[in-house]
């Protein structure tokens, strides 16, 4: 069971299922919604991503099997294996020839703009060249990102911005993305009044990050 909490302040919790496309919360039990219809379900395209506050995984809300689960994939963060770590190795190779793409398509199409004779229906297209670039950046792969890397499995401190202010909490980093960044045993509430629990989150990078290595 995950607990989505979005900026506009909308809570949904429920069985969590993703696709490419995007993500779904299946209740537990059917809903009534304000107007009188039954939901069984809250789905969140991609496009409205930037909407997620957090992804909160609250601990006492796995049965045995899945905090088993788990478990060990914390051991795995804190004590990875050689096969994990090779793993990791491939994708960030990946990940720097991808940086590297970018950099020449953005590089190509710049010359292009400016001396190519078609160079001016790019310019006036720059809606579609931007969004072209955006699913070259998809399929290529994940950003390696260094500074985040060298902590994976350690103790940090991150920082989410909600409601106007800037909060602190350590975890421990398990894992990042080109947009997301995965935090374990965290003690997190989602309103000053509620009583804080240890959780696990996924945050939005465009609403927080890491700021310091802790201990």
Do not use: C
Not at 31 to 40: F, L, N, Q, V
Not at 52 to 73: A, G, P, V
Not at 105 to 133: C, D, E, F, W
């Amino acid at each position: 069971m995950v607990t989505l909490e979005e900026t506009t302040g909308k809570i949904v919790w429920g069985r969590l299922g993703v696709e490419n496309t995007g993500l779904e919360l299946t209740y537990s039990a059917p809903h009534k919604d304000k107007s009188g219809h039954i939901e069984t379900s809250y789905i969140l395209y991609k496009h409205e991503y930037p909407n997620i506050q957090t992804l909160i995984r609250y601990h006492d809300e796995l049965d045995e099997s899945s905090n088993n689960q788990r478990e060990k994939e914390l051991m795995r963060a804190y004590h990875p294996t050689g096969l994990r770590k090779l793993g990791r190795r491939i994708r960030n190779f990946f990940g720097t020839v991808r940086d590297s793409v970018m950099d020449v398509v953005n590089l190509l199409i710049g010359q292009a703009q400016k001396r190519a004779p078609g160079g001016s229906i790019l310019t006036s297209q720059n809606k579609y060249v931007s969004q072209m670039k955006q699913e070259l950046v998809g399929s290529v792969g994940t950003t390696f990102e260094p500074l985040l890397e060298r902590h994976i499995g350690k103790k940090v401190v991150f920082e989410l911005t909600k409601d106007d202010k800037t909060l602190e909490y350590p975890g421990v980093l398990k894992e990042y993305s080109m947009d997301f960044i995965e935090i374990m045993d965290v003690i997190y509430r989602i309103k000053e009044e509620e009583p804080a629990r240890k959780a696990d989150l996924i945050i939005l990078r465009k609403h927080g990050g890491v700021r310091h290595l802790g201990e």
